[in-house]
């Protein structure tokens, strides 16, 4: 509704004082709370900037961050870094390969995994293809693979068998005798780490059951209130797609005729199997094929 302005005395100015809102009071902030905002931004940053893997370091900043084990994430930057010199033909590298070499025998699973596919960028190291047929026998899953892959490079079939165990279901084992507490639904995708099972044991004690690998839950043997014996297969874990595809390339180079069966299965596969995992598959029976035929 427009106000009407009539003859009575008041002039425009009074009219517009009437009607207009009150001025709005503007609220400063202090300095102090300025000051700890800045210092929160500058700290999220530096935060991410000193754990960014693509940040590079100064060949100092490797030595001393490649025995900071206090850190794990500094040693990983750091065994980045000498991949990516190796990449590049820098022969400086090769003053870090003690420093790689003891941390491929870490009692630290994440230093040895690394270390293992590392090694795998230079092929004419045979300290580093010494190393890699001992952590092809690893006990952990993820790093025998890691060593399989790189072990490829030196044309090395020492670790064939893990390859071809990629495209099999991979049987978690009961560390402990106990009670199956809860473990998840077939088919549910899972990440290395992922908790799957919990073993109660007596006296109220429960034992944590997490993944060693990426992928997704195959078959549950030892449903809920199931009573397993240690070294009992609790489940099976398919691999995820990118290990599987990984290991077909692998195995294009150095497969034999006892692995086309498991090859075969991924060619075929089924409408779920993804089309670069058929395509793939594909490839590497016909040069396994082609490759027995001609060793004949």
């Given at each position: 509704?427009?106000?009407?302005?009539?003859?009575?005395?008041?002039?425009?100015h009074?009219?517009?004082?009437?009607?207009?809102?009150?001025?709005?009071?503007?609220?400063?902030a202090?300095g102090?709370i300025l000051?700890?905002a800045?210092?929160?931004v500058?700290?999220?940053?530096?935060?991410?900037?000193f754990?960014?893997f693509?940040?590079?370091?100064?060949?100092s900043?490797?030595?001393?961050?490649?025995?900071d084990e206090?850190?794990?994430?500094?040693?990983?930057h750091?065994?980045?870094?000498?991949?990516q010199?190796?990449?590049?033909g820098?022969?400086s590298?090769a003053?870090?390969?003690?420093?790689?070499?003891?941390?491929?025998?870490?009692?630290?699973r994440?230093?040895?995994?690394?270390?293992?596919?590392l090694?795998?960028?230079?092929?004419?190291s045979?300290?580093?293809?010494?190393?890699l047929?001992?952590?092809?026998?690893?006990?952990?899953?993820i790093v025998?693979?890691?060593?399989a892959?790189?072990?490829v490079?030196?044309?090395?079939?020492?670790?064939?068998?893990?390859l071809r165990?990629?495209?099999?279901?991979?049987p978690?084992?009961?560390?402990?005798?106990?009670v199956v507490?809860?473990?998840?639904?077939?088919?549910?995708?899972?990440?290395?780490?992922?908790l799957?099972v919990r073993?109660?044991q007596?006296?109220?004690s429960?034992l944590?059951?997490r993944?060693?690998?990426?992928?997704?839950?195959?078959k549950?043997i030892a449903?809920?209130?199931?009573?397993?014996?240690?070294?009992?297969?609790?489940?099976t874990?398919?691999?995820?797609?990118?290990?599987?595809?990984?290991?077909?390339?692998?195995?294009?180079?150095?497969?034999?005729?006892?692995d086309?069966?498991?090859?075969?299965?991924?060619a075929?596969?089924?409408?779920?199997?993804?089309?670069?995992?058929?395509?793939?598959?594909?490839?590497?029976?016909?040069?396994?094929r082609?490759r027995a035929?001609?060793?004949?």
């Amino acid at each position: 509704m427009t106000a009407k302005l009539t003859d009575n005395g008041n002039g425009p100015h009074d009219v517009v004082a009437a009607i207009a809102p009150p001025p709005v009071k503007r609220l400063r902030a202090s300095g102090p709370i300025l000051f700890l905002a800045v210092l929160f931004v500058i700290g999220a940053f530096l935060s991410w900037y000193f754990t960014w893997f693509g940040r590079e370091l100064s060949d100092s900043d490797i030595a001393t961050y490649l025995v900071d084990e206090k850190r794990p994430r500094h040693v990983q930057h750091a065994l980045l870094q000498v991949q990516q010199r190796i990449e590049r033909g820098d022969a400086s590298a090769a003053q870090w390969y003690p420093q790689v070499l003891r941390l491929a025998g870490s009692s630290e699973r994440e230093f040895r995994l690394t270390a293992a596919w590392l090694m795998g960028f230079d092929n004419k190291s045979q300290e580093f293809h010494q190393s890699l047929l001992q952590l092809v026998r690893d006990p952990e899953p993820i790093v025998r693979r890691n060593a399989a892959l790189a072990l490829v490079r030196f044309n090395d079939n020492g670790g064939r068998a893990e390859l071809r165990a990629v495209l099999e279901p991979y049987p978690l084992l009961a560390p402990v005798e106990g009670v199956v507490g809860s473990t998840l639904s077939e088919g549910a995708q899972v990440a290395r780490g992922t908790l799957l099972v919990r073993i109660n044991q007596p006296e109220n004690s429960v034992l944590e059951v997490r993944s060693p690998l990426p992928g997704s839950l195959a078959k549950i043997i030892a449903p809920r209130d199931t009573k397993v014996a240690q070294g009992a297969t609790l489940l099976t874990i398919n691999s995820d797609e990118d290990s599987i595809w990984e290991a077909l390339r692998a195995l294009s180079l150095i497969g034999e005729a006892e692995d086309l069966p498991a090859v075969d299965a991924f060619a075929q596969g089924s409408d779920s199997t993804p089309a670069r995992i058929k395509q793939q598959a594909a490839l590497t029976a016909s040069a396994i094929r082609s490759r027995a035929k001609s060793n004949k």
